[in-house]
Structure formats: structure tokens, C-alpha cells
């Protein structure tokens, strides 16, 4: 029954991560970076914060208690993976929306749920699942196949996105979020992809680095379920800082500094809807954190979650009728995708069943 829980749970977060843009596309008169930091704001801050005073009474005596080491490294784990969600929307530009997004979000999916337990292997953590055990266990050979067929739907997610754009024929010369040329370019679209796709899945290394904060929660008697908690406010203090630097800096280079008290622009609106956005966004590791604690941070957890957020992230392309001009073939395609999507998840929640 934890099993299931854990992946409900996920499914939540996935759902969250693959809706919190919606809210931004109805933002108007304000430039990306400007909603874009208000929303962080929101999501890497204000939230956080608070879910973590709710959750974890005394969440800033187990900060100051922690040594400058683990704090240190959690940080610096959110400071890369916010450089990999920057460099992620250049990736997208050099290799266009379908492959760049099946390029990011599988290295995404590989690194971040494989990586940590490669490294247990060489570090030993009690409690940790080694890439070993996965290896030598019929449980992880379950969810290592669950993590292959999780790839192999991204991959042909990514085909039927540029069959879509083949059928439509509708390619544009302009990116409409900042007006520059797209620049085709697959060798540097690749390396940029690699880059993002590797600190991506920093965000699952802040987790491991910053367990003992986590540890230490639940020694001091709060509930597992939300000893995550404690982690993501020093976490994203680290995307907080990559991400306000840059829209700084875009601010600056466009001139768009004036859009928050731009009285042309529907302020109020503006404000709430980069709120909403923000918060929503949030709720993804807010649930991650719940569904890690009845499945455990590694393989598992991480590539449900990366495939939750692409199989809503497509489904709500299918609800939207972004699939309605496209031929049938491209439609089968997609629906491939997204089963193989749904039976690597099937995979992967069996293995963790087994697991003792």
C-alpha cells in the first residue's frame, strides 16, 4: 500500500510540474524574465518557506544545526541545477522544441536516477540503493527496465513531435518568448542538451547531499512524510540565485525593469497569475518529497517523477488540441509514447514493491 501511495503521490507532483506554466501564458504586457521572477519568487522562496514551517516545526534550528559542509553542497547542488533549467530553454533553441525536449528531459531522467546510486557504490550510505543492488536483485532489474522503457517513450514522444511539425509545416523563424531567430544548430544544440540534461538532475543530488537534514527532522519527531521539506528551502535558495541573477540581467538588457509597475499592463493580474504559477510549480517537490519518503530518493523515485511530468505535460497537448491538425500516424505515435510512458511507470512501482 506505500507503494501506491508513493506513486500517487508523484502523479501529483508530475501533474503540478506539467501545469504550473499555464497560468504564465495568460500573463500579458510583461516580459518572460519579469513573470519569471516574480513567479521564482513564489516557487523557489516564499513557498518553501513556508510549507516548511508548516511541516517541520523548528525547520531553521535544523539549518543552523547543520555544518557548513551539507549546507554548502546542497546550495551548490541548486545553484547547477538552476543553470541546467537556463541552459535548457538554449537547448531548445538550437535543437527546436520536440527533440530538444526528449534530448533534456531523458539525460534528465538517466542522470538524475542512476547517477546517485552509481555513486553509493563508491561512498558507502546506509540505507542508500546501490547501482550494485539494482543489479543483482530482481527487484532492480524491474526498475531498471522501467527506466529503459521510460527512455524509449520519451524518445518516441520526441519523433511525434517533429512529425507534428512536418505536418503542420508551421515552423517559425521567430522564438515569440524573446523575438531572436531560432538557430538550428545539432552539434551545439546537442552539447548545450548534455550540459542541461546533467545539471537538471543536480535537483536529485541537492536531495542526497542534504539527507542529513532530512535525518535530523525526523529524529526531532516530525513526520517522514515531509522531512524533505527541510532540504528544498536550502535547495532552491541555490535555483533562486542562478535564476534572479539572469532575469536581472535580462531586465536590464531589455528594459523591461518597468513592467512591475507598469500601469498599462494588468498589474494585479499579472502579479497573481505569476503567483499561481510559482506555487503550483512548488507543489511538484512538495509531493516528490512525500512520494520519496514511501519509495525512497533513488532510481524509482526520480524517473516517476520525470515521467509523470512528461505523460501530463502530453496529455494536456492532446486536451488543448495541439494534435488536432496532424495526421493519424503522428496521433498512433504520441499514443505510443505516452503508453510506453505509462508501462515503465507500471515497472518501476512493481520493482519498489518488491524490494524488501
Not at 179 to 203: D, E, R
Not at 242 to 251: E, P, Q
Not at 318 to 323: F, T
Request: glycine share 12%; hydrophobic share 50%.
Amino acid at each position: 500500500m506505500g507503494v501506491i501511495i508513493g506513486v500517487i503521490y508523484h502523479f501529483i507532483g508530475g501533474a503540478a510540474a506539467g501545469s504550473f506554466y499555464m497560468p504564465y501564458m495568460k500573463v500579458k504586457k510583461w516580459a518572460w524574465e519579469s513573470m519569471w521572477i516574480i513567479g521564482g519568487f513564489f516557487s523557489w522562496l516564499i513557498i518553501p518557506t513556508l510549507a516548511a514551517w508548516l511541516t517541520v516545526p523548528g525547520f531553521a534550528g535544523i539549518i543552523h544545526s547543520t555544518d557548513w559542509s551539507t549546507l554548502s553542497w546542497t546550495y551548490f547542488m541548486g545553484i547547477l541545477w538552476g543553470i541546467g533549467g537556463l541552459t535548457y530553454g538554449l537547448g531548445v533553441r538550437y535543437l527546436g522544441m520536440s527533440l530538444g525536449n526528449s534530448v533534456i528531459l531523458g539525460l534528465t531522467a538517466v542522470f538524475g536516477a542512476l547517477l546517485p546510486a552509481v555513486y553509493y557504490d563508491f561512498s558507502y550510505h546506509p540505507g542508500k540503493v546501490t547501482f550494485t543492488e539494482l543489479l543483482h536483485n530482481n527487484w532492480g532489474h524491474y526498475i531498471l527496465i522501467g527506466v529503459a522503457i521510460c527512455l524509449i517513450g520519451i524518445a518516441i514522444s520526441g519523433r511525434a513531435g517533429m512529425m507534428k511539425d512536418k505536418d503542420l509545416s508551421k515552423k517559425k523563424s521567430e522564438d515569440k518568448s524573446g523575438g531572436k531567430a531560432i538557430q538550428y544548430n545539432i552539434a551545439t544544440g546537442l552539447i548545450v542538451a548534455v550540459i542541461s540534461g546533467i545539471l537538471s538532475a543536480c535537483f536529485n543530488y541537492g536531495i542526497e547531499a542534504g539527507s542529513s537534514m532530512a535525518q535530523m527532522a525526523v529524529h526531532r519527531g516530525v513526520n517522514p512524510l515531509f522531512q524533505n521539506n527541510v532540504i528544498f528551502v536550502v535547495l532552491l535558495w541555490g535555483g533562486l540565485t542562478t535564476n534572479f541573477i539572469w532575469c536581472v540581467i535580462l531586465n536590464i538588457r531589455n528594459k523591461s525593469y518597468g513592467d512591475y509597475g507598469d500601469k498599462k499592463a494588468p498589474l494585479t493580474s499579472n502579479y497573481l497569475l505569476s503567483a499561481a504559477a510559482g506555487t503550483t510549480w512548488f507543489l511538484q517537490f512538495f509531493f516528490y518529497g512525500m512520494g520519496e519518503s514511501k519509495l525512497g530518493n533513488g532510481a524509482s523515485s526520480w524517473i516517476l517523477h520525470m515521467a509523470f511530468i512528461i505523460l501530463v505535460a502530453n496529455i494536456w497537448g492532446l486536451v488543448l488540441k495541439e494534435w488536432k491538425m496532424v495526421k493519424m500516424k503522428t496521433v498512433v505515435t504520441i499514443s505510443a509514447g505516452i503508453l510506453a510512458i505509462l508501462i515503465s511507470i507500471l515497472f518501476v512501482g512493481y520493482g519498489n514493491g518488491l524490494k524488501p
